[in-house]
């Protein structure tokens, strides 16, 4: 059973950092190598929208405008793990945020698991 777990979120003041994980377990098809993985958040009231994502490789990244120059995205393979650093965090970045995995194999079937997220909240 595929398993992606967060964690890390939790209260900061206006101008704060944190940093999330996502680890991940129990692929049953390739490994956590396999997958493009991407950090999604969920703002009160509001749809979930893409902050940021990651090549299965780690060599392309990709994010949301309201985020570059703040977040970024890693990744560590030997872990199973990707990160979020998120720095100069406001309250507008106040969400439920979520982790994912995607892939394909060679006969496009795709493979999409989430997590159940982390609350972050920034608030003085």
């Known amino acids: 059973q595929v398993q992606l777990v967060e964690s890390g979120g939790g209260l900061v003041q206006p101008g704060g950092s944190l940093r999330l994980s996502c680890l991940a377990s129990g692929f049953t098809f390739g490994t956590f190598r396999t997958y493009a993985m991407s950090w999604h958040r969920q703002p009160p009231g509001k749809e979930r929208e893409l902050v940021a994502s990651?090549?299965?490789?780690?060599?392309?990244?990709t994010y949301a405008d309201s985020v570059k120059g703040r977040f970024t995205i890693s990744r560590d393979n030997f872990k199973n793990t990707v990160y979020l650093q998120m720095t100069t965090m406001q309250p507008e970045d106040t969400a439920h945020y979520y982790c994912?995995?995607?892939?394909?194999?060679?006969?496009?079937?795709?493979?999409?698991?989430w997590g159940q997220g982390t609350q972050v909240t920034i608030s003085s």
């Open positions: 994912k995995a995607s892939a394909a194999d060679e006969n496009n079937r795709v493979f999409v698991y």
């Open positions: 990651i090549s299965s490789s780690g060599l392309s990244t």
